[in-house]
């Protein structure tokens, strides 16, 4: 989750340079920054997600994860 945490930090910097910028490209390029940041984010998520369903279907089928 660190990761996911990680991400969503950078997201937040990158809205905040937006935020403030007075250059057009430069807000523009900002806000594409957060939101390729938040798309990080999202994947991270649905990663450790997936991660702990396979665990836990490990875990039922008798298997324990290294």
């Known amino acids: 989750m660190a990761t996911q945490e990680f991400y969503l930090a950078r ?4 809205r905040a340079e937006a935020a ?5 490209n430069v807000r ?3 806000l594409r920054s957060a939101e390729a940041w938040e798309a990080m984010a999202a994947r991270a ?3 450790a997600e997936a991660r702990q ?4 279907e490990k875990a039922a089928a008798g298997f324990t994860s290294p």
């Open 53 to 56: 369903v396979r665990d836990l």
């Open 45 to 47: 998520a649905e990663t």
């Open 28 to 30: 523009e390029r900002a």
């Open 20 to 24: 403030v910028c007075s250059l057009d």
């Open 11 to 14: 997201a937040g910097e990158a």
